[in-house]
């Protein structure tokens, strides 16, 4: 592991503590090809990116490493502990509702500044930016 952020520790309802990183795209694309992977093999959807994503990211698991099986990670958690580290995880790092609200407005904006770049040259003073 790189010199990645961790953070924690994260106590779970059941009082086991983790330690957990920021997902990188590199996470998504491996979770998306464990997916096709298994779904090619079995011919089933069995695996969920987004749980497979977060299973990657633990760094500590009551201070051991976690299964690097990521599709088991989760296995033998009990439920409330999966779903309020996936809460505290999309919290964090996924795309809230306020985030999505404020990637919203700024495309509202930047489609309205934008007038025309269809054959023309764009200069300094044609180009407007949200900063």
Same mark, same amino acid.
């Given at each position: $592991? =790189?010199?990645? #952020?961790v953070y924690g520790p994260l106590t779970l309802p059941s %009082? #086991? !503590?983790v330690f957990f990183r920021k +997902?990188?795209? #590199? *996470?998504?694309n491996e979770a998306m090809v464990a997916a096709d992977f298994e779904n090619k093999v079995y011919g089933l959807a069995?695996?969920?990116? !987004? !749980?497979y994503i977060k299973a990657q990211c633990l760094v500590k698991v009551d201070g051991k &490493? +976690? &299964?690097?099986?990521? @599709?088991k990670t989760f *296995?033998?958690?009990d439920d409330q502990d999966v779903q309020y580290y996936a809460t505290v995880? *999309?919290? $964090?790092? %996924?795309? @809230?509702? &306020? #985030?999505q609200d404020d990637a919203a407005e700024k495309a509202a904006f930047l489609l309205k500044s934008l007038t025309s770049t269809a054959g023309s040259n764009l200069t300094d !003073?044609?180009? @407007? =930016?949200?900063g």
């Open positions: $592991m =790189t010199n990645e #952020k %009082g #086991k !503590e +997902p990188l795209r #590199k *996470d998504r069995l695996i969920d990116v !987004e !749980e &490493e +976690p &299964e690097l099986n990521y @599709t *296995d033998s958690w995880f *999309d919290h $964090m790092f %996924g795309m @809230t509702k &306020e #985030k !003073e044609s180009v @407007t =930016t949200n």
